[in-house]
């Protein structure tokens, strides 16, 4: 099991910068899928980012190009650098975590944060 602690929200304005922190309890180098997911006031939580054990990453078309995920796993911690936020990025951001248990058939386990606010305004 790994426990998952996001910080880093805050009030920024748009055009402006944040970078989201999500520390493990335990090492995150053998976690098969890390990512980040958002959930804005009267909306699905939806996946914004994610990065797998190997360092690939993939975004959601709304983030390519001004967010990026990335690792550091002597510090059991993934981050989230946002740029260019606008106002429709303000959301609740939550961190995941997927360990695979068995690929055929798929079974994985499914840890996540309590998430952390971002408000983007003027």
């Known amino acids: 099991q790994v426990q998952l602690v996001e910080s880093g929200g805050g009030l920024v304005q748009p055009g402006g910068s944040l970078r989201l922190s999500c520390a493990a309890s335990?090492?995150?180098?053998?976690?098969?899928?890390m990512g980040w997911y958002r959930q804005a006031p009267g909306k699905q939580r939806e996946l914004v980012a994610t990065?797998?054990?190997?360092?690939?990453?993939n975004y959601t078309d709304s983030a390519k190009g001004r967010f990026v995920i990335s690792r550091d796993n002597a510090k059991n911690t993934v981050y989230l650098q946002m740029s260019s936020l606008k106002p429709e990025d303000t959301a609740d951001y939550y961190c995941n975590a997927n360990e695979v248990i068995n690929r055929k058939p798929y079974q994985a386990l499914a840890y996540w944060g309590r998430g952390t606010q971002v408000t983007v305004s003027s």
């Open positions: 335990r090492s995150i180098f053998s976690i098969d899928l």
């Open positions: 990065i797998t054990s190997g360092g690939t990453t």
